[in-house]
């Protein structure tokens, strides 16, 4: 049996249909870029993700990259994020000038520690970028109240969380301003790059808007240097489509994971995900922490199963990042689960059998 870490293709048959229309409709109009179905997607997305406000961006990287630059974050500042993560989430902070200051996970969630944030703070810090990594969101009780005492900004990265919620909190709602991506792997997957910044604040979403198009407030005036961060219409008219059927997938992949859960609970070398009391997670990935998790890898590629790691290597560790100065075991929790992360296929058009297929194969290599 061929089992791939997600396949695109099936979701693709299942909503194929409603996608000429949408295409032509937008080439009608010829209003290809930053047009009227961005701003549908933008009300979508707001009501949602329980936002009062929503601005369109070409990316999830960009999403996070716009929101430093308009809120005034760059040279001479820190950002603290987690060190286990994909690259964008500190590439930006670098990118806008300033400096990322890495803070441990959990072990049971993969998110930051809020524990260890305090001690990561100085007078040059200006925001904190929690990941709501894997679909779960992280606690973003004790973070915020830290932002509130040391007056921070919280950007939540919630690109891998698009649905998620903490006490009944979607991802991106609770934060100064929430990134999601639309990049095709993730949950809501566009048919490009795509991403966007959700927030209450209605003010900031108007000054997140002028920095998506060069700054430019009135037409060729430009009252900040802001950058293209324009999202397409088609990609938006595109993800209206897939937005109504993401509950539905994402019920789908978390009935995936409580089989897995129900086949691999107990089983002595694996640790199922741990979703806390009050999250509800989005399964964006379904990742187990096996001790030999690379002759596991080989044995069930061998098998016809595909899986994935995410991450072989903490942020602190990479080489781009050398002169901040940072250490190997320097944030041990992040260290350990690059060793014993595997990601198992979990995608919504997944059926029983291969889930059973799976889990199968784990137990017959641990046996
Ligand atoms: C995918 C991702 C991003 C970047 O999104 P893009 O749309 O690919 O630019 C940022 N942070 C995290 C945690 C991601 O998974």
Same mark, same amino acid.
């Given at each position: 049996?061929?089992?791939?870490?997600?396949?695109?293709?099936?979701?693709?048959?299942?909503?194929?249909?409603?996608?000429?229309?949408?295409?032509?409709?937008?080439?009608?109009?010829?209003?290809?870029?930053?047009?009227?179905?961005?701003?549908?997607?933008?009300? *979508?997305? !707001? /009501?949602?993700?329980?936002? +009062?406000?929503?601005? $369109?961006?070409?990316? @999830?990287?960009?999403?996070?990259?716009?929101?430093?630059?308009?809120?005034?974050?760059?040279?001479?500042?820190?950002?603290?994020?987690?060190?286990?993560?994909?690259?964008?989430?500190?590439?930006?902070?670098?990118?806008?000038?300033?400096?990322?200051?890495?803070?441990?996970?959990?072990?049971?969630?993969?998110?930051?520690?809020?524990?260890?944030?305090?001690?990561?703070?100085?007078?040059?810090?200006?925001?904190?970028?929690?990941?709501?990594?894997?679909?779960?969101?992280?606690?973003?009780?004790?973070?915020?109240?830290?932002?509130?005492?040391?007056?921070?900004?919280?950007? *939540?990265? !919630? /690109?891998?969380?698009?649905? +998620?919620?903490?006490? $009944?909190?979607?991802? @991106?709602?609770?934060?100064?301003?929430?990134?999601?991506?639309?990049?095709?792997?993730?949950?809501?997957?566009?048919?490009?790059?795509?991403?966007?910044?959700?927030?209450?604040?209605?003010?900031?979403?108007?000054?997140?808007?002028?920095?998506?198009?060069?700054?430019?407030?009135?037409?060729?005036?430009?009252?900040?240097?802001?950058?293209?961060?324009?999202?397409?219409?088609?990609?938006?008219?595109?993800?209206?489509?897939?937005?109504?059927?993401?509950?539905?997938?994402?019920?789908?992949?978390?009935?995936?994971?409580?089989?897995?859960?129900?086949?691999?609970?107990?089983?002595?070398?694996?640790?199922?995900?741990?979703?806390?009391?009050?999250?509800?997670?989005?399964?964006?990935?379904?990742?187990?922490?096996?001790?030999?998790?690379?002759?596991?890898?080989?044995?069930?590629?061998?098998?016809?199963?595909?899986?994935?790691?995410?991450?072989?290597?903490?942020?602190?560790?990479?080489?781009?990042?050398?002169?901040?100065?940072?250490?190997?075991?320097?944030?041990?929790?992040?260290?350990?689960?690059?060793?014993?992360?595997?990601?198992?296929?979990?995608?919504?058009?997944?059926?029983?059998?291969?889930?059973?297929?799976?889990?199968?194969?784990?137990?017959?290599?641990?046996?």
């Amino acid at each position: 049996m061929e089992v791939p870490l997600l396949d695109l293709k099936a979701q693709y048959a299942r909503y194929r249909d409603q996608v000429p229309p949408a295409v032509e409709s937008v080439l009608d109009s010829q209003l290809v870029c930053n047009g009227p179905p961005v701003r549908q997607l933008e009300q *979508e997305m !707001a /009501a949602y993700c329980g936002c +009062a406000a929503a601005v $369109g961006v070409s990316s @999830g990287t960009d999403a996070l990259l716009s929101t430093l630059m308009t809120l005034g974050i760059g040279a001479g500042h820190e950002v603290i994020t987690s060190t286990f993560t994909f690259f964008a989430t500190a590439g930006v902070i670098w990118r806008a000038g300033a400096r990322p200051v890495f803070v441990d996970i959990e072990p049971d969630t993969f998110n930051i520690d809020p524990a260890k944030i305090e001690a990561a703070i100085t007078e040059k810090t200006k925001a904190i970028i929690p990941v709501h990594l894997f679909g779960q969101m992280a606690e973003m009780d004790p973070i915020t109240a830290i932002a509130k005492k040391h007056k921070l900004h919280v950007i *939540e990265d !919630a /690109a891998q969380s698009i649905g +998620a919620t903490y006490h $009944g909190h979607k991802a @991106g709602s609770i934060g100064t301003v929430g990134c999601l991506s639309f990049y095709p792997t993730k949950n809501l997957g566009a048919p490009g790059d795509g991403g966007m910044i959700v927030t209450q604040d209605t003010q900031l979403a108007e000054r997140l808007a002028v920095t998506r198009n060069h700054g430019q407030g009135k037409t060729y005036h430009h009252q900040i240097v802001g950058g293209n961060f324009r999202m397409d219409s088609i990609v938006a008219a595109i993800l209206s489509i897939k937005l109504q059927h993401l509950d539905q997938w994402t019920q789908e992949r978390r009935g995936h994971a409580a089989r897995y859960n129900e086949l691999l609970s107990g089983v002595d070398g694996v640790v199922v995900p741990h979703v806390r009391d009050g999250n509800e997670s989005i399964f964006h990935q379904y990742v187990v922490r096996m001790p030999n998790r690379d002759a596991m890898r080989e044995f069930l590629a061998e098998q016809g199963i595909s899986t994935g790691v995410y991450y072989p290597l903490s942020l602190h560790e990479q080489e781009c990042f050398k002169d901040l100065g940072y250490k190997q075991g320097d944030f041990p929790e992040s260290e350990r689960a690059t060793r014993e992360v595997l990601a198992l296929p979990v995608y919504g058009e997944l059926t029983d059998a291969q889930v059973a297929y799976v889990a199968g194969k784990i137990r017959e290599f641990l046996a």
